[in-house]
């Protein structure tokens, strides 16, 4: 909970009213969210004024230095690159509004890379919200409609993230580092073996797009039947001279990463194949 507004601090703060610090992508899509939602954004800071002032305009925001961006908001969002955080929350802390809610949103990371302010800004409320979602242009707050985020802080937290359309849940500090991987294996990873299938199938002489139908579907049906059952292809039947033949094909900067995965594939299948096995190890 908020404490108590203290006599004579900030008599300005607005709990609907909010501010942004990091002007980039994650920034942007939740201002926007945000701002669908009935709250109004004050400010956006960046590294100067020039960087913050494209985001600004298109927010209907002032740009302005990093240590005004708190001032009578109800709500500080950090959403600089996750090496940022821990700094830019004591720069923003000295002049935020009394009792305003500061947030961050990355998810390498919990409410620890806020923990610096409490010595000197005790009445500010702390806390994390990752949106576990790819917000990557202008209209990446749609995507956020439907999307779960990882939420650590007070009671108000979780309310936020329901209102701006995400399902938030939390995660323990101690897994907060393997929380990271699995979303980054979720996107990031998804995409580089994405590239790989580009580069191999133009090694064939066939469209990339030819084998979207096929990705989507696969993952659609490992998300909903989970991914035992969705296994399909040569490592689920046990089919080593298939493996074989692929091995010899592919190009050799593309064989480690084939190993690994159909590896991770024979174990999700769970066949016992000591042959197929050696062959992939
Ligand atoms: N994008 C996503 O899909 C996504 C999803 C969930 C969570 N997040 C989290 O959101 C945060 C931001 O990520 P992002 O993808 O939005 O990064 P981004 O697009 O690179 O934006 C980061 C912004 O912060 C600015 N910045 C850098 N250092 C700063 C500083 N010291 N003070 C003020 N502003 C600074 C950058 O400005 P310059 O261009 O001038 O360097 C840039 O505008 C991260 O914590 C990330 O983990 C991102």
Known sequence: MRPAPLEGLEPTLNQRTFSIIGPGRAGMAIAKALANNGWVISRVAGRSIEHAQPLAEKLGAVACIAADVGIGVGLIIIATPDSAISETALIVAAQAS?????????????????????STRPDLVLGSLHPLQTLSDDNAFEKLQGAFCAVEGPQEIEELAREIGLTPFSVLPANRSAYHAAAVVASNHVVALMGQVERMANNAGVPFEAFAPLARTAIEAAL???????????????????IEAHLRAIDPSGVAVYKALALDALRLSGRDDPALEEMLS
Not at 103 to 108: M, S
Not at 225 to 242: E, I, W, Y
């Open 224 to 242: 909903i039947s989970g991914p035992a059952s969705a296994l399909t292809g040569p490592v689920s039947r046990g089919d080593a001279a298939t």
């Open 98 to 118: 009394h009792g305003a809610l500061l947030i961050h949103l990355a998810g390498a990371t919990g409410i620890e890379a806020l923990e610096g302010v409490r």
